[in-house]
């Protein structure tokens, strides 16, 4: 008797270790419930459902969770309630005559019958700690996942807005244009043709001397070489200015000239352009409104112009001819008379179409301009190089016999001469000078230049609103987050507690043996 009653003492001292997702199976296989348990707890359920109906008046029933999550021990706390709530109606044998305290004594004698309780506990703890807790878990990790990606979202947006705009203030500074009123501005950048002309007349004027090395080199070097027909181009502007296409081909200046305009003229702002070059025999009668493009060409409303054989008088004091410069106000006009009056015959050549363009506004001269200007920076640069290597005795030899401009050079007036070719290819192959052509070449070009400056505007203010909805959606999950995460600490107390209910109830069947459930219901 002595060994059984340290046997059964001994016995208690060891925990009983049930496994949580067990636990149903555990109280079944044990006979703490039947298998058909889940029928009368739906039924007692539905009972709760209608006597939580008449209690929501008590505060502490108030905060109780749905009824669907209103466990036996939930009923015994109600039953406690309902005894100071519940006094009066207590009769002198101990029994209440209220309906409500019957209808709490029927719920919680039903969970005892049979013991449905332990099983009822059981299958919602499975609920929180495999379904409840982890699906409110993904939900919050989600939140935060939306978060990190509205917060990088935001940042790549806002990053591609300001791009954006850096790339819209950049074009508009590369046109020289504030950006204001992009239709109009870029419009008026033809105005800058005329005196753009007049610089690179006065450019090409000064490369009399670089030009005059070139041939005296290719002449010495190259004895049988024809240097009278080199650099054509750049001869003809230093001679005659920025005249026309048909004056550089033919040698003679056009009677009459028919200019197309394309694009809009204003009153302040001639958009014919032409320089004088001094000694020259003639001087350019008109710079074309309109220039030539790789790919546009646009003719409009034709002007007329009369040259005379004798040249032009502007506007000195004497008795001479004058140009009548009137163009009548700020109206868009569709076409410009230049009247050139002589005192010769009025019958001549008259020109029109590309001939009539000016040696700069066509694209085909302006390229014969750019090929001259390369092949000068080709020899200065190459001529730099060899002034700086060693000389040798050949080629010390070579050029004693050689003219006096090319024993004087330096390497210094060498790269001077270079730099200033170089400065002025730089202005006419500029894509500003580009878009300067384009823009005077075709209406339509300015359509797309503008369109594509407001393109980035565009973009700027849809990365923007995208920026902002992305932060809208990060607020959004951000409130979210914050509501879910109270209700999973509440979530996580409720299945705690109720996990040491339920141990309590198994461990006074078994003595109050230590009852420990396992398994990941621990590390919630």
Wanted: a negative charge.
């Amino acid at each position: 008797m002595q060994k059984t009653a340290d046997s059964d003492q001994s016995v208690r001292l060891f925990p009983i270790d049930i496994h949580y997702n067990k636990l149903l199976d555990w109280l079944i296989d044990r006979r703490h419930c039947h298998v058909g348990w889940q029928v009368p707890a739906k039924d007692i359920h539905e009972k709760i459902k209608v006597a939580l109906k008449d209690v929501t008046l008590v505060e502490k029933i108030k905060r109780l969770p749905d009824v669907e999550y209103v466990t036996y021990f939930h009923c015994l706390d109600i039953v406690e309630l309902l005894k100071d709530s519940e006094a009066e109606t207590k009769n002198f044998l101990g029994q209440y005559s209220s309906q409500r305290m019957k209808d709490w004594q029927e719920v919680v004698r039903l969970f005892e019958k049979d013991s449905l309780y332990l099983p009822d506990c059981a299958s919602l703890l499975l609920r929180y700690v495999n379904y409840e807790i982890p699906a409110m878990k993904r939900q919050i990790g989600r939140c935060q996942q939306t978060q990190r990606e509205c917060s990088k979202k935001e940042s790549e947006h806002v990053t591609s807005s300001a791009n954006f705009r850096n790339k819209y203030h950049a074009m508009c500074k590369d046109l020289g244009i504030p950006g204001d009123d992009i239709g109009n501005e870029i419009k008026q950048l033809v105005r800058e043709l005329p005196s753009f002309y007049v610089r690179v007349g006065e450019g090409l004027r000064q490369l009399k001397i670089s030009i005059e090395y070139y041939m005296a080199f290719v002449g010495f070097i190259a004895t049988s070489a024809d240097t009278t027909r080199m650099l054509p181009m750049i001869h003809f502007i230093q001679q005659h200015g920025n005249a026309t296409v048909y004056q550089y081909r033919t040698g003679s200046v056009p009677d009459r000239v028919i200019v197309d305009v394309v694009g809009e003229v204003t009153g302040d702002s001639p958009a014919l352009g032409e320089f004088c070059v001094e000694g020259g025999s003639n001087t350019a009668s008109s710079q074309r409104h309109s220039s030539s493009s790789a790919d546009t060409k646009a003719a409009e409303n034709a002007t007329t112009q009369d040259a005379g054989a004798e040249g032009i008088d502007f506007g000195q004091s004497g008795d001479g001819d004058v140009i009548d410069w009137e163009l009548g106000g700020e109206a868009n006009v569709d076409s410009i008379e230049i009247t050139i009056e002589s005192a010769g015959n009025e019958e001549g050549v008259v020109v029109s179409g590309e001939e009539a363009e000016t040696v700069l506004s066509n694209t085909q001269t302006r390229n014969e301009l750019i090929d001259e200007l390369l092949e000068l920076e080709s020899f200065f640069m190459q001529r730099l190089v060899e002034m700086k290597a060693d000389s040798d005795i050949v080629s010390v030899s070579q050029f004693q016999s050689a003219p006096t401009l090319l024993q004087i050079q330096s390497c210094s007036s060498i790269s001077d001469m270079q730099s200033h070719v170089t400065q002025l290819l730089s202005q006419l192959t500029s894509q500003r000078m580009h878009h300067l052509f384009m823009i005077k070449g075709s209406p339509r070009y300015v359509e797309r230049l503008a369109d594509s400056l407001q393109q980035q505007l565009h973009f700027a203010d849809k990365m923007e609103r995208a920026a902002l909805t992305a932060r809208e959606r990060r607020s959004a999950a951000l409130e979210q987050q914050r509501e879910l995460e109270p209700q999973l600490e509440n979530l996580i107390e409720r299945t705690r507690e109720l996990q040491q209910q339920v141990s309590l109830s198994i461990s006074k069947r078994y003595d109050n043996r230590m009852v420990n459930i396992m398994g990941e219901i621990n590390t919630i």
